[in-house]
Structure formats: C-alpha cells, structure tokens
C-alpha cells in the first residue's frame, strides 16, 4: 500500500501514519496541572522531543498533530519550535469551549500561528463539538479562513456521524471539503465501527485520524495488572484497571504471535491495523525518539486480509 496519500477529498499528501504531540512543550504555572502533562505519565523534554520529530521524519512521517489546549499552548509552542525550517505538516485544533462563539475562530486561529510561528495550518481541526455551537455558522468561518489562505484543509475531532454530516455539508456549500475527523479508535476502542461514524467517513470520502491509537499505551504490550502505567487517568479510568489489563492480554499474546512474522512489535501490528483500512489514519503519541522511531516502523510492512480479520475476531468484546 502507498506511504502516503490526501487527506479526505483535500489538496493535503499526508503519509498513512501521523505523530500525537499531546504531551510535548514546557507547560509553566497552571497549565502544568492540564491533563496532556498529568494524566498520561509525564513528558520526556525537549530533547526527546527533537529527537522524537527528528526520528518520525527521517521515516517519512511528517504530520504532526497538536491543540491549542494542550499544556495551554505550550505543546503547540514547542512543536513551531522543532517544526521550523522543516518539511512538517501541521494539525492543530481550536477548542469547542462552553462559551466560545463562533466569530472568535479567527482570534482562536491568529493565537496559535503566532505560538507555532507560521503563516498558515495545513490541517485545522474542530476538537470537540459543543452545544451552543452551530456547526454551519463555525464550518462558515472556517470556510472564511481557507479562503483566507491562513489554513489549507479543515477537520473536526469528536464528532458524531450526524454532525460530520451537518459540517460536511456546510462546507460543501463553499466548496470546501471537510477532510477529516479525529476519534478515538483502536483495536480496544472500535466503537467508530458501530456508531456510524467509520461509515460515514467512508461514504463521503473524509479521513478518519485514529486518536490514541495504541490504546494509551496498552497496546504496547508493555503494560500489565502486575505493571500498570503511570498518570492520573491511566490510575483511575476502567480501562487500564487490573481487570482491564488482564482481559486484554490475549490481543497482546496475538500482536505477538502476529507480529513474530515480520519481526515487529505489538505496537506495529495494532497500528497496522488500522492503516490496512484505507480511511483511517492513526496518530500514536510519542514522548521520545524511540517510541517515533518504533511507531513509524508500522508503515514498512503489510498483514495478510486473514490476519486483519484474526485481530478483528479477537477484539470483538471492545466493539460496542
Ligand atoms: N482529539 C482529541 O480529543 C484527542 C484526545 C486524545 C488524544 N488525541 C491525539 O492522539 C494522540 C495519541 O493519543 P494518546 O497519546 O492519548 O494515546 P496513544 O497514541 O494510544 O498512546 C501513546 C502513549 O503510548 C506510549 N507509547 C507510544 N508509542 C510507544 C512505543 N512505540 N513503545 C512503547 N510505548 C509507546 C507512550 O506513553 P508511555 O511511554 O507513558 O506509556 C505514549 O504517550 C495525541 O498525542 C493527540 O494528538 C486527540
């Protein structure tokens, strides 16, 4: 299968796998309390970091995905930082908030080209649909902003197969095309499979980005009841309980027995799962050079449509 191809119905080449820098940046003050720092095991630095972009785009991997909330502006600020001077493509994401307003968008848009030094966003994303936001009157602005040539594709985060319809529409009005939506998906959480969402990403031609793609780690077989992983949410939410790890160790006995074949990790195999499905595209987070090195590693080979299926069959309890 091709490395590399466009985002959605969008003018973007992307390659098949992307890198998550939700836990990248120096966060100061309070945002050193925001979950992207506390809640998923801490960061390595910026020297990891580098290492880390540095790593991912000698592999061919050069879409990296941020947010302006993460760590209050900090990840977006050290990923401009690393990002400067090179071939790196940019998706960020503005934040639904209780009470932002739909004209604010090019406020929102100016703060985060001025933290990432650029000139414009290769992929600017909704991240989270809110209820006092009209989707037409939002997909309009970002419509505005394209136009304005300060973002090259848009894409939402979170939303439902209805309301990816509601924004695909809208912006179809422009005749923009919506390019993506990043939902959490992997082979412990293929609920995009049942919601409708998957579907209606298939049917109207728009990317599905694949969020926390080895399941927060889990995925990568180095996690276990007796080996639990650190941070506050990993401590506290269901799926990464004692019971949790121990039902999932099958998968990991499988990614294994899989992945013996082609000498490749856990990891690989369960984000090569995903990239076998020509609509989706995983963005697994990477705190340092190895784990972006290891990550991207996942484009350098193929499963067989038996083994797809066998890893499907497997995971069918997380397919609710
Ligand atoms: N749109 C949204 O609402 C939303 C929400 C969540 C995430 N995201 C995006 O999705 C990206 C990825 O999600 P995620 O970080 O939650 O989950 P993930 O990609 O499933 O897991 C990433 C974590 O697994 C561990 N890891 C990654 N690669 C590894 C490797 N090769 N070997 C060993 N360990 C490895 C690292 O943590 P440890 O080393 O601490 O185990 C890393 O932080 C984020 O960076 C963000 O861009 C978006």
Redesign the pocket.
């Known amino acids: 299968m091709e490395h590399k191809t466009f985002l959605g119905k969008s003018n973007l080449r992307v390659p098949r796998l992307g890198?998550?820098?939700?836990?990248w940046g120096d966060a100061k003050g309070l945002a050193r309390l925001h979950p992207a720092k506390t809640a998923?095991?801490?960061a390595h630095g910026f020297e990891e970091e580098k290492r880390a972009l540095e790593f991912s785009l000698e592999a061919g991997v050069n879409l990296f995905?941020?947010?302006a909330m993460y760590s209050n502006g900090a990840a977006e600020l050290r990923l401009g930082e690393l990002a400067r001077g090179k071939d790196v493509i940019i998706a960020t994401?503005f934040p639904g908030g209780f009470s932002m307003k739909e004209e604010e968008l090019p406020k929102q848009l100016e703060a985060s080209l001025k933290r990432l030094g650029r000139e414009y966003i290769e992929l600017y994303?909704h991240?989270?649909p809110m209820p006092k936001i009209s989707i037409p009157k939002l997909m309009d602005q970002l419509a505005n902003v394209v136009e304005a040539g300060k973002v090259k594709a848009v894409g939402v985060?979170?939303y439902s197969a209805e309301q990816l319809r509601e924004a695909h529409a809208a912006l179809a009005k422009r005749g923009i095309p919506l390019a993506s939506n990043?939902?959490?998906y992997?082979l412990l959480n293929r609920k995009p499979e049942v919601d409708g969402v998957l579907e209606a990403c298939r049917e109207l031609g728009i990317t599905l980005i694949a969020?926390?793609?080895?399941?927060?780690?889990r995925?990568?077989g180095?996690?276990s009841a007796q080996n639990r992983?650190?941070?506050l949410f990993r401590r506290i939410l269901p799926q990464y309980s004692r019971k949790a790890m121990e039902e999932m160790q099958p998968v990991i006995k499988l990614l294994r027995e899989i992945g013996e074949k082609y000498s490749k990790?856990p990891?690989q195999v369960a984000l090569r799962w995903l990239i076998e499905n020509p609509a989706v595209l995983p963005?697994?987070?990477?705190?340092n050079g190895?784990?972006a090195a290891?990550?991207a590693e996942a484009l350098t080979f193929s499963l067989t449509a038996e083994e797809v299926q066998r890893l499907s069959q497997a995971t069918m309890a997380w397919r609710k």
Do not use: F
């Open positions: 890198v998550g820098a939700m836990t998923y095991g801490g995905d941020t947010a994401k994303q991240h989270y985060s979170n990043q939902v959490e992997s969020q926390t793609p080895l399941a927060g780690g995925l990568t180095k996690y992983a650190g941070g990790t990891s963005i697994p987070g990477a705190k190895k784990q290891d990550n």
